[in-house]
């Protein structure tokens, strides 16, 4: 195989955008499209002059592609990758792999059972910010992590929410703003600080018309005795980003795209017990780290890795039983604010399908909605 032939599921939004990114890598070819919409199927198919379906089995079982980039609402992408994986096809699925982590497990032992290759678009792995701070928690120059803290704002008109029927309801994403804006940082969270045993959170429709939440405030609690607080809302229109570990010998800061390391002279737990001045300090080196700017990044570049992980093996950036991280965070986070309880990850999955059963029950039909599936422009721009 000299090119992976490959088959965009879902070509309204982001999808539309892999398409564009499909047909600048130079081992890949685009060869099909599939929307439920067959206005838009019809449209993109005749964009880029390849066969177009309104069903995504009849893509995968049409003998056009290797692999397929599902990039449908959350609710769909199991169901769809699952079959993918059962007809021989490499997937790579937008992020969150699934809504509910039981249906998270069954795509992850899917793709086991297939051999195939599977992958994520958390494409912010590729970012050098983030790609320094894991390197730096992984080296241990952090020691034993103390504390974790995620604010992650985000943004959103109602006029966001009402483009489309299934946004912002149980029924059609099964989550708000922690399941449709959130996972990326909640992949980078939980890459560098684990994934905490226990979550109670907080979560609410505080600005917007909805049903699901645009506000989620959590306390986390790790296996070690660490403490936690994650954040996140589309209620804020100003950022910046910001996430802080502090471990017992140093702590790194990320505040929108740069990252600020501490270097404690000897370890907090030592110098605390050990130091015979009442009124001691520890000392600390900053150092802000430089950040390569000139390197490629994004969708494409996820993308690429997956082209080249099913024609050379290359590594994967993102391996797709590393999605199951974000889902197990989101889930424990839903649960615990519909609950009101403190909740113990692993989610106890048979509690999570019921409680996700009785929000679907009482999901309610949008009555007024101005549909546009427009690929975010902070992205189109990009490609």
């Known amino acids: 195989m000299e090119k992976v032939r490959i088959g965009v599921i879902g070509v309204g939004g982001m999808g539309y955008a892999h398409c564009k990114s499909v047909k600048l890598i130079e081992n890949a070819e685009l060869t099909c499209v599939s929307d439920v919409d067959e206005n838009v199927a019809k449209e993109r198919g005749e964009e880029f002059g390849v066969k177009y379906f309104t069903d995504y089995k009849d893509l995968i079982k049409s003998g056009l592609c290797d692999a397929v980039i599902v990039a449908t609402p959350h ?15 490499h997937v790579l699925s937008e992020k969150p792999i699934a809504v509910k982590v039981s249906d998270a497990d069954k795509m992850i032992e899917a793709a086991k059972k297939s051999g195939k290759v599977f992958s994520i678009m958390f494409q912010r792995r590729t970012e050098p910010v983030f790609k320094k701070a894991i390197e730096i928690v992984k080296s241990g120059k952090i020691g034993e992590i103390q504390k974790a803290v995620c604010i992650d704002p985000w943004y959103r008109t109602q006029a966001y929410y009402d483009s489309g029927i299934w946004r912002a309801t149980w029924v059609g994403e099964g989550g ?65 980003f910001h996430l802080e570990i502090t471990g017992d010998k140093g ?31 520890l000392k600390y080196t900053e150092e802000k780290i430089e950040i390569t700017s000139n390197v490629e990044t994004g969708h494409i570049v996820i993308i690429k890795n997956f082209v080249r992980a099913i024609l050379y093996g290359e590594e994967l950036i993102v391996k797709g039983e590393e999605g199951l991280n974000s889902v197990e965070f989101l889930n424990a986070c839903i649960l615990s604010g519909k609950k009101e309880k403190p909740v113990e990850l692993p989610v106890n999955r048979k509690e999570y399908d019921e409680l996700m059963e009785e929000l679907k029950k009482s999901s309610k039909p949008k009555k007024v909605v101005r549909v546009q599936r427009i690929t975010d422009p902070n992205i189109a721009k990009k490609i």
Not at 220 to 234: F, I, P, R
Request: glycine share 6%.
């Open 75 to 89: 609710w769909f992408h199991p169901e769809i990758s699952i079959f993918a994986f059962e007809n021989g096809l």
């Open 251 to 281: 702590k790194l800061i990320i505040r929108g795209s740069t990252l600020t390391f501490y270097s404690f002279e000897y370890p907090i737990s030592e110098f605390t017990k050990k130091a015979p001045d009442m009124w001691a300090s």
């Open 176 to 240: 708000g703003v922690i399941i449709n804006q959130a996972p990326h940082t909640i992949d980078l969270f939980t890459q560098l600080a684990g994934l905490p045993k226990k979550i109670e959170a907080k979560t609410r429709a505080k600005l917007h018309d909805i049903e699901v939440e645009d506000e989620v405030s959590a306390f986390l609690e790790y296996e070690n005795g660490a403490w936690g607080w994650y954040y996140t809302s589309t209620c804020e229109p100003v950022g910046p």
